[in-house]
C-alpha cells in the first residue's frame, strides 16, 4: 500500500464506500466516518442505469452484484388515470447493443452489501460507525475531522460524501438547507404473489398521474415486489402544515384507474420519506476537501439516478487523484470539472421529469401524445445520460 498520509470520507452510504473502493484500488489509504451506529442500506429497490455496469466492473464488483440483479425485459410509462400503456424503452438487444450494459433493479441491501463487503476484503480501508462529522479544519498540509464522540481524525484530505444534510457542504459551500420539493415518498415490499395485476411483472412499471405516480419493479430473482409511490402535495403547495400524509395520498389517488388504486395497498403508510433537492451549484472542492454523491448535487429521483451520479463520481474521484499523483487540490478542481456538467443537467432534468409525470390536463394530453410518437428501440430524453462517461 503506498499513497502518503489517509484520506477521509465522511459518510458510508453507496457514495462514499464507492470512493473508499476507488481510491484503495487506486493504491490510498482510506478511512470512513459513518455517523450511524451500523453501515447500512434501506430494504427497498434502487434502478441502476446502464452508465453504471462499467463503473462496477472499475470497483471490481460487479461479479459480486450480479447474482442480486434483476433485468427488467422494458421500462414501461403507463396513464394512471386508465391504466393504459403510454410508451416504453425496449431493454433488450437493442438497448443491450446501443449502451452496451443492461438496466438492472437491485435491493439496495445487496448493492450496499457486495460493496461494503469489498471495503472489508482492503487491506487499505478503515470503517468507523458512529463517527458523525462535526466540522472539519484544512490546515494546508493536512485535514482534520472532528466527530461527535469528540475524537478527531487526521488525513491528507477530507471527501464530504454524508448526504443531502452535509455538514462538510456547509462549510464548502454554505448554501442553506436544500430545497423541500414537497413530493412524499411511500414505499413498500411485498412478495409477488400477493401482487393481484401481475400482467406487467416483468418490466419496470410507472403509473403517471396528476401530481402522482407509482412505481413497481420486482427484485430478488422476481420473488418480491418494490412498490413506490409519490404525490407531488397539493397540500404542501397551499402551505398547510399535514401536508403529505397518508390521506392525502389516498385522496390524490382516488381518480386513479382501480387497478392502480389498487397498488397502493402495497406500500407501508407507517413512514415516508420527504424529498428535497438544490438547484445545481458548482464550487464543490476547496483545499484539500470536495464532495461526492447526494452532498455534491442532490437531486429528484424522477431519472433514478442519484445513486448512479455518486458511483460515477467515485470512479472519476479515483482516476483524478491517480492522474495527479499526491497533488490532491489539483485532482479534486479537475474531478469537479469533470463531473460538474453531467450532475448538473441531471438535476435538471430530474425536475423536468418530475413536472412531464405529474401532469394533469392539457399538460397530460401533450405528453400522451409525445409519448405515442415515440420509438421505444431509441431514448432520445436519457441517450445522452445512458452512454455514460469516458475515463
Ligand atoms: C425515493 C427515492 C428513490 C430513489 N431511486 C433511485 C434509483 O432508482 N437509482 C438511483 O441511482 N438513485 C435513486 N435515488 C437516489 C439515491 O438514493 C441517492 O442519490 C444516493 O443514495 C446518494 O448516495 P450518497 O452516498 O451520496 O448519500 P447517502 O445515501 O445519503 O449516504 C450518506 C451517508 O452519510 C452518512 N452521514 C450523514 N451525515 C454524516 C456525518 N455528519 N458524518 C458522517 N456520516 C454522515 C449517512 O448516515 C449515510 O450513510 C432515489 C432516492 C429516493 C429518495
Redesign the pocket.
Known amino acids: 500500500m503506498s499513497g502518503g498520509a489517509e484520506i477521509l470520507v ?7 464506500l464507492c470512493a473508499a473502493l476507488a481510491l484503495a484500488r487506486a493504491g490510498r489509504r482510506v478511512r470512513v ?4 451506529a451500523e453501515f447500512g442500506e434501506i430494504g427497498y429497490g ?3 442505469g446502464p452508465n453504471v455496469r462499467p463503473m462496477l466492473e472499475r470497483l471490481g464488483i460487479a461479479d459480486a452484484i450480479e447474482p442480486h440483479a434483476v433485468y427488467p425485459d422494458a421500462l414501461v410509462l403507463a396513464d394512471g388515470l386508465t391504466g393504459g400503456e403510454l410508451t416504453r424503452i425496449d431493454l433488450g438487444a437493442a438497448f443491450l447493443a446501443r449502451y452496451g450494459y443492461r438496466y438492472f433493479v437491485i435491493h439496495r441491501r445487496d448493492l450496499h452489501g457486495a460493496i461494503i463487503e469489498a471495503c472489508r476484503a482492503h487491506p487499505g480501508i478503515a470503517l468507523e460507525a458512529s ?3 462535526v466540522r472539519f479544519d484544512d490546515r494546508g498540509d493536512r485535514v482534520i475531522a472532528f466527530c461527535e464522540d469528540g475524537t478527531q481524525c487526521e488525513g491528507a484530505a477530507l471527501i464530504g ?7 462538510t457542504r456547509a462549510a464548502v459551500i454554505g448554501d442553506g438547507p436544500p430545497r423541500m420539493a414537497g413530493h412524499f ?1 411511500y414505499r413498500g415490499v411485498v412478495p409477488a404473489e400477493n401482487i393481484v395485476d401481475r400482467s406487467r411483472q416483468d418490466s419496470m412499471v410507472i403509473y403517471a398521474g396528476p401530481n402522482l405516480h407509482l412505481v413497481q419493479y420486482r427484485l430478488r430473482g422476481g420473488t418480491v415486489m418494490n412498490n ?1 409511490a409519490t404525490i407531488a402535495s397539493r397540500r404542501h403547495a397551499r402551505g398547510e402544515r399535514d401536508a403529505g400524509g397518508p390521506d392525502e395520498l389516498e385522496e390524490m389517488f382516488e381518480r386513479c384507474d382501480p387497478r392502480v388504486r389498487q397498488m397502493l395497498r402495497y406500500v407501508g403508510r407507517d413512514r415516508n ?1 420527504v ?1 428535497h433537492d438544490r438547484p445545481p451549484v458548482p464550487g464543490w472542492t476547496k483545499g484539500n476537501v470536495t464532495l ?4 455534491a448535487h442532490p ?1 429528484l ?1 424522477y431519472l ?5 451520479m ?1 458511483i460515477e463520481d467515485a470512479v472519476v474521484l479515483a482516476a483524478k487523484v491517480s492522474a495527479h499523483g499526491n497533488d490532491l487540490n489539483r485532482a479534486f478542481a479537475a474531478y469537479q470539472q469533470e463531473r460538474f456538467y453531467r450532475t448538473a443537467r441531471v438535476q435538471i432534468t430530474a425536475r423536468a421529469f418530475g413536472d412531464i409525470l405529474h401532469a394533469d390536463g392539457g399538460a397530460r394530453e401533450l405528453r400522451n401524445h409525445l409519448c405515442a410518437q415515440r420509438d421505444p428501440d431509441f431514448p432520445a430524453e436519457v441517450d445522452w445520460l445512458y452512454r455514460g462517461i469516458t475515463l
Open positions: 465522511a459518510g458510508g452510504g453507496i457514495g462514499g466516518l459513518e455517523k450511524a434502487i434502478q441502476m463517527k458523525g462529522l460524501a454524508d448526504g443531502l444534510w452535509s455538514p415518498v413506490v420519506w424529498l461526492l454523491g447526494d452532498a437531486m429521483q433514478a439516478q442519484g445513486a448512479c455518486a
